[in-house]
C-alpha cells in the first residue's frame, strides 16, 4: 500500500515540479520581454520565442507523467522506483527551465539593446534544456 501511495506522490511530483519551473522560467524571460517591449518593440519576435523556451520543460515532466503511469497502473509495486524517478526528473527539469529562463532573459535584454545576441542566446538556452532531455530519456529507459 505505500508503495502505491508514494508512486503516486511520485507522478505528482514530476509532473508539478516541471510545470513549476517552466512556469517559473517563462516568467522571468516574459518579465525582461516586457521592459524590452519598452526600448525595442520591433524585436517582439526575438523576445516571444526566447520567452516559450522554458515551457518545454513542462511538458517533458508532463511526457514523463504519462510514461510513469503507464508502469504505475502495470505494477503497483513500483512506487517506490516511481517516486524516485519522478522526484529526481521533477527536480532536474524545474532548475533547468529557471535558470534557461535566467539566460533567456539576459538574452532578450541584450537583444533590446541592439545587440545581435538571439542566436547565441538560443545555443545558450539549448544547454540547460540538454539535462531536462537527459532527465526524461533516463526516466523512459528504466
Known amino acids: 500500500m505505500i ?3 508514494l508512486g503516486y506522490i511520485g507522478l505528482g511530483l514530476v509532473l508539478a515540479l516541471a510545470g513549476i519551473g517552466s ?3 517563462t516568467t522571468l524571460a516574459g518579465n525582461a520581454a516586457e521592459g524590452a517591449l519598452k526600448k525595442k518593440p520591433e ?7 526566447l520567452s516559450a523556451l522554458p515551457a518545454t520543460q ?14 504505475m497502473a502495470a505494477d503497483p509495486a ?7 524517478i519522478g522526484l529526481c526528473v521533477g527536480l532536474v527539469c524545474m532548475l533547468s527551465a529557471i535558470r534557461q ?12 539593446q541592439g545587440h545581435d545576441v538571439f542566436t547565441n542566446t538560443l545555443i545558450y538556452a539549448a544547454l540547460p534544456e540538454f539535462y531536462a532531455i537527459l532527465g526524461l530519456v533516463g526516466a523512459l529507459m528504466i
Not at 58 to 71: E, N, T
Not at 78 to 84: A, E, P, S, V, W
Not at 103 to 112: D, E, L, P
Request: glycine share 22%.
Open 58 to 71: 513542462g511538458i517533458y515532466g508532463f511526457v514523463a507523467f504519462f510514461m510513469l503511469r503507464s508502469k
Open 23 to 25: 512556469s517559473i522560467g
Open 43 to 49: 524585436g517582439s519576435g526575438s523576445y516571444m520565442i
Open 78 to 84: 513500483t512506487g517506490l522506483m516511481i517516486f524516485g
Open 3 to 5: 508503495e502505491t501511495i
Open 101 to 112: 529562463g535566467q539566460v533567456c532573459a539576459n538574452g532578450i535584454v541584450g537583444v533590446s
